[in-house]
């Protein structure tokens, strides 16, 4: 059995542990609104969709843009010639 010292430790622990929970499950709620709002997603797995989406476009217009930079080196390196 416990003593009531550590009863009252134990207490004290679950309380925090009780006020750390609110607080996450707040900050939790902030993010999903923010994720509802600015990107139009209403679940984790609707921005994890999202996301990779994103970095799908990201390397095709990567792409896109070094293939032009290197069309329009060509073009003036004719030019120079």
Do not use: Y
Not at 27 to 37: G, S, V
Not at 50 to 66: G, H, N, P, Y
Request: contains cysteine.
């Amino acid at each position: 059995m416990k003593t009531e010292k550590e009863l009252i430790e134990l207490k004290s622990e679950i309380e925090e542990s009780k006020t750390t929970i609110s607080e996450l499950t707040g900050q939790k709620t902030a993010l999903l609104t923010q994720f509802k709002n600015d990107w139009r997603c209403e679940s984790l797995k609707e921005a994890k969709q999202l996301l990779t989406q994103l970095e799908k476009d990201d390397r095709i217009f990567d792409r896109k843009i070094k293939a032009e930079t290197e069309r329009l080196e060509d073009i003036m390196e004719d030019e120079e010639n």
